[in-house]
Each structure stands twice: as C-alpha cells, then as structure tokens.
C-alpha cells in the first residue's frame, strides 16, 4: 500500500520559513524521483521541485533560490525548506513521483500571510 504523508504546513509571515515533510511508504523510496506539488482553488497542481534518485534537483522558476528539495533516503523522506515566503506561495503542498503518479496524499496546506 502506497502512503504519501505530508506534514509541517502552518500560517507564516510573508519572509519567513517552513519545512516540509512527506513520509513514503509502500514505494522503492531510494530508486524514485520524487517531487513537491502545490495547488490552490481553480489551479492546476504545479509542480515546484524535484529531485532525483541521485539527488540532482531543479525548480520553478517561482521558487528558485527560494525553496530546496532534499530526501534522506534512510528514512525514506522527501523535505522541502521554504524560505523568504510570499503570499503567492499559499497552497496545499503535495509529494508525488512525477514519472508515474502515486495515489495522492491530503497535502499539507502553507499559508503565508500577515
């Protein structure tokens, strides 16, 4: 069974962090591309960051040199450290395989906001 768990959202000021967390299970953790997507109302899920098996990464340019995907393949975790935030960053933050999509997980939802 294939789990996808996201975690570590929350209201921020515009200009700060978070981290998130998204805990793979059910899934050859180690051998997959993995990705950070974000959605809100009436958008298209847009993926933001991927990072490959051998840890190249790339981004949007929407949040490049802003956000860094990185995984720890011990404990089969996919983050995502979001810094100098912006209102246009709110979202619901989803992982995923962006190869061959997985059941989505309930995302985590990031607010920024003053």
């Known amino acids: 069974q294939v789990q996808l768990v996201e975690s570590g959202g929350g209201l921020v000021q515009p200009g700060g962090s978070l981290r998130l967390s998204c805990a793979a299970s059910?899934?050859?953790?180690?051998?997959?591309?993995m990705g950070w997507y974000r959605q809100t109302p009436g958008r298209e899920r847009e993926l933001v960051a991927r990072?490959?098996?051998?840890?190249?990464?790339n981004y949007a340019d929407s949040v490049k040199g802003r956000f860094t995907i990185s995984r720890d393949n011990t404990k089969n975790t996919l983050y995502l450290q979001m810094n100098s935030l912006k209102p246009e960053d709110t979202a619901v933050y989803y992982c995923?395989?962006?190869?061959?999509?997985?059941?989505w997980g309930k995302g985590t939802l990031v607010t920024v906001s003053s």
């Open positions: 995923n395989r962006p190869s061959d999509i997985y059941d």
């Open positions: 990072i490959t098996s051998s840890s190249s990464t």
């Open positions: 059910g899934i050859p953790f180690r051998l997959a591309t």
